[in-house]
């Protein structure tokens, strides 16, 4: 039904740049929310930046100040650039997405495969 596609991941060193985007497919009436979660090995699954239909952003504490989420709704695509990045950002990054589909009520969070993010020198 709907289908988020990631790009962006890579090597970088530290103090380096990444800019992920996440682009959203299929039988989308609307999305609310859009945002990117990342999952280190042997920790859990949180929460790095969300951006809510209307334009509230909401940034993990640890990323504050170097990350930026942005949203080109036209596009249902979510950015993410990654500035300063440091060895404990290295984790798999998760799109999400909080879509209703065309012929169904309600909204239903989506998720990306993953693209791997790794900084180290």
């Known amino acids: 039904q709907v289908q988020l596609v990631e790009s962006g991941g890579g090597l970088v060193q530290p103090g380096g740049s990444l800019r992920l985007s996440c682009a959203a497919s299929g039988s989308i009436f609307s999305i609310n929310a859009m945002g990117w979660y990342r999952q280190a090995p042997g920790k859990q699954r949180e929460l790095v930046a969300i951006?809510?239909?209307?334009?509230?952003?909401t940034y993990a504490d640890s990323v504050k100040g170097r990350f930026t989420i942005s949203r080109d709704n036209a596009k249902n695509t979510v950015y993410l650039q990654m500035n300063s990045l440091k060895p404990e950002d290295t984790a798999v990054y998760y799109c999400?997405?909080?879509?209703?589909?065309?012929?169904?009520?309600?909204?239903?969070?989506?998720w990306g495969q993953g693209t791997q993010v790794t900084v180290s020198s």
């Open positions: 999400m997405s909080t879509v209703r589909t065309i012929g169904v009520t309600g909204y239903k969070n989506y």
């Open positions: 951006n809510i239909s209307g334009g509230a952003k």
